[in-house]
């Protein structure tokens, strides 16, 4: 990495009559660092700097020093170091979806719902081992829009619940309840929410139902519209 011009002056000659020379080459040489460096040069830096104070600007290298969004710039706002938008970790987002039927195989029995494609990412991932968790990079406050298509199995009146959980432990206040009442009824269930996630932690939808005869469908593609999804979650950080 190419570092910015740096102005260093010579020594002050210990002439009183070179004064006036020494002032005038100096001057000429900082117009000339400056010329050749118009734009502001922010270095990288490794460690945090020890002393601070709010509106100050820095360039963290994201591995030996990471205020909490990776490689990026952040400024101080008195208390913490916040990333700007646009770098690492600065809105990362996820489409996630599943093109398989999922049915419960108990009643009343919370099940994780899984997902075996994904769209454009950044920053979220689905676990290489646990298709039900959807894994951040970034600490972060996320915007979450959860919808999953629900087809009934048989005539009876069913009730099917749904709610998230981050690394294992369910949100309180977010459980979604519906209900079917025909045989082959579909419906959309959909719920937007904000989440706080921290680095490093997984978030999983699960649902559960008080009866076997229903699923959270895929639908084939027509002649004239694309497959359906199971279940789709859509995922945008928002902020820190």
Known sequence: MSEAPKYVPNPVPSNPDDLPRYIFQELTKLQGALQENPIAFIEEKNVEPSRVKQGDIVYADGTNWNPGQGENLYYYDGTVWR?????????????FYDTT?????????????????????????????????????HTGKYHVSFHATLSSGSASTKTVYFFPRING???????????????????????????????????????????????????????????????TLSIVQVSQ
């Open 169 to 231: 432990v369910t949100t309180s206040q977010s459980t979604m309840i519906s209900r079917l009442h025909e045989n082959a009824e579909k419906k959309i269930i959909s719920r937007n929410g904000i989440f706080s996630i921290t680095a490093g932690q997984y978030l999983q939808a699960f649902w559960a139902a008080d009866s076997t005869d229903v699923e959270l469908q895929h639908n084939a593609a027509t002649a004239f519209a694309p497959e359906t999804p199971s279940v």
């Open 83 to 95: 990333a700007f938008a646009g770098g690492s970790g600065a809105g990362d987002f996820g489409f």
């Open 101 to 137: 039927d999922q049915t419960p195989t108990l009643v009343n029995t919370a099940y994780p719902i899984t997902f075996d494609s994904s769209g454009d990412k950044q920053g979220i991932s689905i676990d290489g081992t646990d298709s039900s968790k959807l894994n951040f990079t």
